[in-house]
């Protein structure tokens, strides 16, 4: 007879509040951080901005609210900033205007029930919600959304940016040694102020203060960037990096896949996408185009022709042109409707990922075991890059630059998708990572025990503060 296990009464859970910011790149972590949080019998509020930026936030919420009624979600307005800012990017603008609406945070914390165990910020809204944390007696912890090593850039920025905007190719970031100045975001690397090197400035000072660091990564990944953080080599006094990673994708983020992927050879076909933020020039596209063809590589390739897709109306032959429109037909397969890259990435038809590197594209190549050839366009992505470079799971051609600087041939992208699809050694490194991060999350794994204890921590916390209020109460 199976021995039944003890029904935990609802006291005992601990209730976690998780506010992302802007854009599928933070979102999704998060999702997936609370679909984690709740097969482990934890209460979850998910706190998220509204209206989003983009039409793929809003789908993906309906989807997970859905397939999760188990989690509270509650939507926080936020105004439009208009035009009293100059900056070109609307992700980073949408984490200004919740930044500007956290006044509105604290009664919204304040009403909710139960009492709150810990608040999981996004690291972009660091300085701004941790002083209400902090005023409300809450536990803090932030969810940083990219690699250890971009952590470790992100917490010294506010002492290094300095040496950053000085003269010179390479900066130097304590416990980690010199990195190339190119690696950075241009925003990061422009004289004066702009709104990015704010929020860096500003969110990277605000960590000191937090309860831990939570970083969508593993040991075997990042040992040594893990190591440096946590030791004081990068920045004394830093709480505790917390790796709990790689966030498994979850049922609900299911979708649409091509069916054309059944009828190719296993590990025949590359997958080509460059995330839900980057779009390339159309003169970009017409050489991928044409470099795709000459590989002599099949294909599957999601076009992304606006960075929001709000506005992304144009049809594929606006976008390439007919002839290499029919060129790609021949060998591959283009699309510009959503697909599901979990699900793509997953499917045994793939053999290849050409990433802009974006760190849940690459948490994901990692999680299928499918190796990359990177070519980052803006953001965290050359760190990433660098990092898969340095598993053995990736090649990154560095002249090739970001997205929107000087345009890449088509014999040289077609040389390099040949090397990705032929490289049986970095198929072999990607299926060893594959399963180092798998077992990362099992039973007794790192990041495993490193979540547990998380939440036992939060529990812990949850019921000294009902044994100190009882006692209040008796009085």
Known sequence: MQKRLPVMSPECHPHLVLLPSSGMGHLTPFLRLA?????????????????TVSLAESDTLERFCIAFPQVTHQKMSIPPIGDAISFDDPFTLQYEAIRRSSHTLSPLLSSLSPPISAVVTDMSLTSVVIPITKELSLSNYILFTSSAKMLAIYATY????ADIEAEGEVFLVPGLGSIPKSWLPPPLLAQGHNLLKTHFLENGERFLHSNGILTNTFEDLEKDSLAALNTG?????????????????????????????????????????????????????????????GSGCKFLWVVKGRNVDREDRAELEEMVGREILDKVNEKGLMLKTWMNQDQILSHTAIGGFLSHCGWNSVTEAIWHGVPILAWPQNADQKINADLMKGNGVAIWEKSWGWGG????????????????????????????????????????????????GLIESSRQKNSISKEASNQQNMY
């Open 35 to 51: 679909a984690s949080l709740a097969a482990h019998s934890a209460q979850v509020t998910l706190i998220t901005a509204h209206p």
């Open 158 to 161: 506010h002492k290094i940016a």
């Open 233 to 293: 080599l990068v920045v004394s006094q830093l709480p505790s990096v917390i790796a709990i990673g790689p966030l498994p994708p979850c049922a609900f983020e299911a979708g649409e896949v091509a069916t054309w992927l059944n009828d190719q050879p296993a590990r025949s076909v590359l997958y080509v996408s460059f995330g839900s933020r980057a779009a390339i020039s159309t003169k970009q596209m017409k050489e991928l185009g044409n470099g795709l063809v």
């Open 405 to 452: 600087q000087e345009s890449v041939g088509e014999e040289e992208i077609a040389q390099k998708i040949k090397e990705l699809m032929e490289n049986e050694m970095l198929r072999n490194k990607a299926e060893k990572i594959r399963e180092k991060a798998r077992s990362a999350l099992m039973p007794g794994g790192n990041s495993k025990n490193n979540l547990v």
